[in-house]
Nanobody, 120 residues
Framework: QGQLVESGGGLVQAGGSLRLSCAAS????????MGWYRQAPGKQRELVAV???????NYADSVKDRFTISRDYAKNTVYLQMSSLKPDDTAVYYC??????????????WGQGTQVTVSS
């Protein structure tokens, strides 16, 4: 069906900012929730933030007041604005979306991941 393409990762110093983007492609009828997860070396993948089709957001406690998730519904794109970054935020960040395609085919898919590295 479709795919999620992420961009915006990189290397930043502690206290800095980065903005991640994730665009969904394909014959999309509707996207329900879109979210960001991350996985650090040796750790399980964890939820960072999620935004519903209605714009309701939810954040992990560790990123509240530092990260902001938003969506551009017309572009089928979700963003993650990350500020006051800490070395503990270093991880591969993955986009995830619950998508309904033409023909009413529904699929939850993952992006390929983008590396975020925060130096101390």
């Amino acid at each position: 069906q479709g795919q999620l393409v992420e961009s915006g990762g990189g290397l930043v110093q502690a206290g800095g900012s980065l903005r991640l983007s994730c665009a969904a492609s394909g014959s999309i009828l509707r996207i329900n929730d879109m979210g960001w997860y991350r996985q650090a070396p040796g750790k399980q993948r964890e939820l960072v933030a999620v935004i519903t089709s209605g714009g309701i957001t939810n954040y992990a406690d560790s990123v509240k007041d530092r990260f902001t998730i938003s969506r551009d519904y017309a572009k089928n794109t979700v963003y993650l604005q990350m500020s006051s970054l800490k070395p503990d935020d270093t991880a591969v960040y993955y986009c995830n979306a619950d998508i309904i395609y033409s023909g009413s085919f529904r699929q939850r898919i993952w992006g390929q991941g983008t590396q975020v590295t925060v130096s101390s």
